[in-house]
């Protein structure tokens, strides 16, 4: 659906300063219905590469292609995309509805069709009380809800988010990724960077991982853990009354268990040792 | 069009409920209030000199205006990431900034017609008699206004806001002083002066040519040729300036 060929972007903050590399040679791919998540570190590289997706800033070398079913222009492919930038500060003297009034008629959404948007997506983000507030009145967290209805209010094929949950407390968190696997069981596709592991890991099924501007990493988490993983077992038993707990590799794995069986031990828990998302970056870092 | 008209809407709610427009409102106000008070202690013309403050104030505001909030008027989008929302959405750049150019603009007419309204309040008020010049003079006022708003946009896209005030207000102060720096026997004699000049003249607004306040105080007639080609003139003037503020904008990295 949206295809990043060999993007490379320098900058130069000063006239004087050597040129900094934001990307280097950037390529992978996201599919349609895919719920990608986007992970690096801060200064990564991956607003900068957002922004190159949304034709804001133009890389230096490389080209990002968009599927035909999302349009044969750059405005049909614009009306097929949902963004939401990092931090988004929205015009403080509008009010919430206004706003949202604003890039609705930009979609090209007829004016009772968008006022009921308006009022479904305010009470479903629970900012339905303030919506005829100004937004300067807004908190940072409902700033966000608000940028994040004005993303998808036109029902857009794919939604692009730089770092949505940033800015929310634990019970917006956990809203906000609910709406996100929701949208994505319904069909969007979904691409959204954070550098928060857990949260991609969560509810993804691939990620990008990209570090100083350069690809680590692009395919599903769950290959990415199984590669990542130790052919280690944890047994846990209990003998004499007592809880005991043994790590074994995979060869000895049938040997122990039937030597335990004989010991008439009772066995409560057998689990693979598995790292998580976090432990793996971690590791590719290092 | 449907989407320059609806960026120029909400750029006009937008900039009318900002705390800069009724400061310079309120300021408008009070020095028209000061042009009645200058008027009672002109002792023989207090109709020129309610006219020639009322006039003054309005086109000051109106450059004042022009120049602050053209100076940040998308450069403040960029920084505050405003417009990454807007651009994101089915809209070209061009009709972004053809419909914040004009939201802006309703926004300086509107001051215009307000503060010509109540200058010609006092001047009447005073013992003047009403001229169509005056309503001249307001048009060319605005005009001048919207120039030196292109002109504060273009400074803004290309460097810092500061710098864009500063390098609007040289472009004012050129723009009014090109033809009487012609006029100079310096400027005559001396071939290199005088090219940088006529080279002037090309470049840069002849803003002298907006400014009909003589007129209206002294003279009292003016030829419609005048008006015609002074109109002319800042249309084309206007027309290429918003060509490259256009280029610019299209060709600008949002970073």
């Given at each position: 659906?949206?295809?990043?060929?060999?993007?490379?972007?320098?900058?130069?903050?000063?006239?004087?300063?050597?040129?900094?590399?934001?990307?280097?040679?950037?390529?992978?791919?996201?599919?349609?219905?895919?719920?990608?998540?986007?992970?690096?570190?801060n200064?990564?590289?991956?607003?900068?590469?957002?922004?190159?997706?949304?034709?804001?800033?133009?890389?230096?070398?490389?080209?990002v292609?968009?599927?035909?079913?999302m349009?044969?222009?750059?405005?049909?492919?614009?009306?097929?995309?949902?963004?939401?930038?990092?931090?988004?500060?929205?015009?403080?003297?509008l009010?919430?509805?206004?706003?949202?009034?604003?890039?609705?008629?930009?979609?090209?959404?007829?004016?009772?069709?968008?006022?009921?948007?308006?009022?479904?997506?305010?009470?479903?983000?629970?900012?339905?009380?303030?919506?005829?507030?100004?937004?300067?009145?807004?908190?940072?967290?409902?700033?966000?809800?608000?940028?994040?209805?004005?993303?998808l209010i036109?029902?857009?094929?794919?939604?692009?988010?730089?770092?949505?949950?940033?800015?929310?407390?634990?019970?917006?968190?956990?809203?906000?990724?609910?709406?996100?696997?929701?949208?994505?069981?319904?069909?969007?596709?979904?691409?959204?960077?954070?550098?928060?592991?857990?949260?991609v890991?969560?509810?993804?099924?691939?990620?990008?991982?990209i570090?100083?501007?350069?690809l680590?990493?692009?395919?599903?988490?769950?290959?990415l853990?199984?590669?990542?993983?130790?052919d280690?077992?944890?047994?846990?038993?209990?003998?004499?009354?007592?809880?005991?707990?043994?790590f074994?590799h995979?060869?000895?794995?049938?040997?122990?268990?039937?030597?335990?069986?004989?010991?008439?031990?009772?066995?409560?828990?057998?689990?693979?040792?598995?790292?998580?998302?976090?432990?793996?970056?971690?590791?590719?870092?290092? | 069009?449907?989407?320059?008209?609806?960026v120029?809407?909400?750029?006009?709610?937008?900039?009318?409920?900002s705390?800069?427009?009724?400061?310079?409102l309120?300021?408008?106000?009070?020095?028209?209030?000061?042009?009645?008070?200058?008027?009672?202690?002109?002792?023989?013309?207090?109709?020129?000199?309610?006219?020639?403050?009322?006039?003054?104030?309005?086109?000051?505001?109106?450059l004042?205006?022009?120049?602050?909030?053209?100076?940040?008027?998308?450069?403040?989008?960029v920084?505050?990431?405003?417009?990454?929302?807007?651009?994101?959405?089915?809209?070209?750049?061009?009709s972004?900034?053809?419909?914040?150019?004009?939201?802006?603009?309703?926004?300086?007419?509107?001051?215009?017609?307000?503060?010509?309204?109540l200058?010609?309040?006092?001047?009447?008020?005073?013992?003047?008699?009403?001229?169509?010049?005056?309503?001249?003079?307001?048009?060319?006022?605005?005009?001048?206004?919207?120039?030196?708003?292109?002109v504060?946009?273009?400074?803004?896209?290309?460097?810092?806001?500061?710098?864009?005030?500063?390098?609007?207000?040289?472009?004012?102060?050129?723009?009014?002083?090109?033809?009487?720096?012609s006029?100079?026997?310096?400027?005559?004699?001396?071939?290199?002066?005088?090219?940088?000049?006529?080279?002037?003249?090309?470049?840069?607004?002849?803003?002298?040519?907006?400014?009909?306040?003589?007129?209206?105080?002294?003279?009292?007639?003016?030829?419609?040729?005048?008006?015609?080609?002074?109109?002319?003139?800042?249309?084309?003037?206007?027309?290429?300036?918003?060509?490259?503020?256009?280029?610019?904008?299209?060709?600008?990295?949002?970073?």
């Open positions: 659906m949206i295809q990043f060929n060999e993007i490379s972007k320098t900058f130069k903050y000063n006239f004087w300063d050597k040129k900094f590399k934001a990307l280097d040679n950037v390529s992978f791919s996201i599919n349609e219905g895919e719920l990608v998540g986007f992970l690096g570190a200064g990564a590289g991956k607003t900068t590469l957002m922004k190159i997706l949304m034709d804001f800033s133009r890389p230096d070398s490389g080209e292609k968009f599927s035909k079913a349009g044969d222009t750059p405005l049909e492919v614009r009306a097929s995309i949902g963004y939401l930038p990092e931090k988004a500060y929205l015009y403080q003297h009010t919430g509805r206004e706003f949202l009034e604003y890039t609705g008629r930009l979609c090209g959404i007829q004016k009772n069709e968008l006022q009921a948007l308006i009022v479904s997506w305010a009470e479903r983000m629970q900012i339905a009380h303030a919506i005829d507030r100004r937004i300067h009145g807004y908190s940072k967290g409902m700033q966000q809800r608000l940028g994040f209805i004005s993303s036109h029902q857009p094929k794919v939604l692009i988010l730089d770092e949505p949950l940033s800015g929310l407390d634990p019970i917006g968190r956990k809203d906000f990724k609910n709406i996100l696997k929701e949208l994505n069981n319904q069909g969007i596709t979904i691409f959204f960077s954070s550098h928060i592991v857990s949260d890991e969560e509810i993804c099924q691939k990620v990008v991982f570090e100083k501007g350069r680590i990493y692009e395919g599903g988490i769950d290959e853990v199984l590669k990542n993983s130790d280690r077992y944890k047994i846990r038993y209990v003998e004499n009354e007592k809880i005991e707990t043994l074994i995979e060869k000895d794995k049938f040997e122990t268990l039937s030597n335990l069986i004989q010991r008439k031990v009772n066995i409560f828990e057998i689990e693979k040792e598995k790292p998580n998302l976090e432990e793996i970056i971690y590791k590719i870092k290092k | 069009m449907k989407n320059i008209l609806t120029a809407h909400y750029t006009f709610i937008e900039v009318y409920r705390k800069i427009m009724m400061s310079i309120f300021l408008g106000l009070g020095l028209i209030l000061v042009t009645y008070i200058a008027s009672e202690f002109a002792y023989g013309a207090p109709a020129k000199i309610a006219l020639d403050f009322g006039l003054g104030i309005m086109t000051l505001s109106n004042g205006m022009a120049i602050f909030i053209g100076s940040t008027l998308i450069s403040k989008e920084e505050q990431r405003t417009l990454y929302m807007i651009l994101s959405k089915p809209i070209s750049r061009i972004f900034l053809i419909g914040k150019i004009t939201g802006f603009s309703s926004v300086l007419l509107i001051n215009t017609i307000v503060l010509t309204m200058s010609v309040g006092v001047f009447l008020l005073v013992g003047g008699t009403f001229q169509t010049l005056i309503l001249w003079a307001s048009l060319f006022s605005f005009i001048e206004s919207f120039l030196v708003l292109l504060a946009i273009l400074f803004s896209l290309i460097t810092s806001t500061a710098m864009s005030v500063i390098y609007s207000l040289v472009i004012i102060v050129v723009g009014h002083s090109l033809n009487e720096t006029r100079l026997v310096f400027a005559k004699m001396n071939p290199f002066f005088d090219t940088v000049v006529k080279i002037g003249h090309v470049l840069l607004p002849n803003l002298y040519k907006l400014n009909l306040k003589d007129f209206v105080l002294y003279q009292q007639v003016i030829s419609i040729d005048y008006l015609a080609n002074a109109l002319v003139y800042f249309l084309i003037y206007a027309a290429a300036l918003l060509i490259f503020v256009i280029q610019l904008f299209k060709n600008k990295n949002l970073d």
